[in-house]
């Protein structure tokens, strides 16, 4: 009798024991994605226990959340939540999702750097990929106390923004994204880059503050290093009549000082604002870049062709590229022929 019973204890504790394995498998090791494709869940700060079951809830299958919210409320979770940004793959197992999330091992996003014209814009535009809100990066990039830390101001922060697409956590914070653009910024100005705007006579700045005017003057990058060699000669030029130096003109910044960005033509009116950027009154460069500059802005500055233009006019084909000119006058002629064109078209 004894035999018997040992015989049963032992049959019912392996059919426990087959029960429990098969209860950890359906709950705990099945896929725990419906879908076919990665599906991403963004945890927030303020993001409680609960939120975090409803975020999941259109992304698992119903066994695989009750063991996600099983283990959550066993583990401490709700003590312990990491924002961030979870890639959940098809085939990943309901038990390793709990791991990652509960680790807080994030995916990283791929953000790129857009050639912004203000830091509103690229303050809107960071904030569709961050979980910064556009408010608050806007106030950082406008607030002279937070750009003094990285030896910028408001003005000339937008130059530590080198366009490009870099791997970065979603839930960064500000001075983490700075911290990361800094660092991006010392690798993209390398030893080779310093030393030919150092045989410019040029700071970095300076460099990218003339490639953000070059790419408002033009989309074709086959053209900037012309427009470049033009600029600069403008800008190293010191003579009897320009003792301060010849000032560029150039219409971006006068856009860019009359934050009217639709303008297509630039009249006498409109050089009359009273402001640092407008290079019709002021010699040099304007304090800062008119626009995050694009690399091949920058490279158009640093490796610029060397000729002896000083004056560029828009060609009356429209073709995108420039008439270029050494004298005033021979100006004024490719200056009178593109006006002509664009009164023909009745651009105003």
């Not at 725990?32 to 599906?39: D, G, I, L, Q, Y």
């Not at 303020?46 to 119903?62: E, G, Y």
């Not at 320009?242 to 006498?268: N, V, W």
Request: proline share 4%; charged share 20%.
């Amino acid at each position: 009798m004894k035999r018997l019973n040992a015989k049963t204890y032992l049959y019912a504790a392996g059919c426990c024991f087959v029960l429990v394995i098969g209860l950890c498998f359906y709950f705990l090791l099945t896929d725990f994605s419906r879908s076919n494709e990665t599906a991403y869940v963004y945890i927030d700060d303020d993001d409680n226990q609960d939120s975090v079951f409803l975020k999941l809830q259109p992304i698992a299958r119903p066994q695989a959340l009750s063991g996600f919210t099983t283990m959550a409320r066993h583990t401490g979770y709700a003590d312990n939540i990491h924002s961030g940004r979870y890639a959940i793959e098809p085939g990943t197992s309901t038990l390793k999702v709990f791991r990652m999330m509960k680790n807080g091992v994030q995916a990283p996003i791929h953000l790129t750097i857009p050639e912004a014209r203000t830091t509103e814009r690229l303050a809107a535009l960071l904030s569709k990929k961050l979980m910064l809100d556009s408010a608050e990066i806007a106030s950082a990039l406008t607030d002279s106390t937070f750009c003094a830390k990285y030896g910028l101001d408001s003005t000339t922060v937008i130059s530590l923004f080198i366009p490009n697409t870099y791997d970065i956590y979603w839930n960064t914070s500000i001075e983490g994204f700075m911290n990361r653009m800094v660092k991006e910024h010392d690798a993209f100005w390398n030893a080779d880059r310093k030393a030919k705007a150092d045989r410019m006579g040029m700071t970095t700045l300076q460099i990218q503050t003339m490639a953000s005017i070059i790419d408002e003057e033009t989309a074709n990058n086959a053209e900037k290093p012309m427009i470049a060699g033009m600029y600069y000669n403008r800008w190293k030029m010191r003579n009897a009549e320009y003792p301060e130096g010849m000032p560029l003109q150039a219409d971006p910044t006068i856009k860019f000082a009359l934050k009217d960005f639709s303008l297509r033509r630039i009249y006498h009116k409109h050089l009359a604002i009273n402001s640092p950027y407008n290079t019709y009154r002021n010699a040099g460069l304007p304090p800062g870049p008119i626009k995050i500059a694009s690399v091949a802005g920058i490279d158009a500055v640093l490796n610029h062709v060397e000729h002896n233009y000083l004056y560029m006019c828009a060609k009356e084909d429209f073709s995108g590229t420039h008439n270029f000119a050494e004298t005033y006058k021979e100006h004024q002629k490719n200056a009178a022929a593109y006006a002509h064109a664009l009164n023909n078209r009745g651009v105003k």
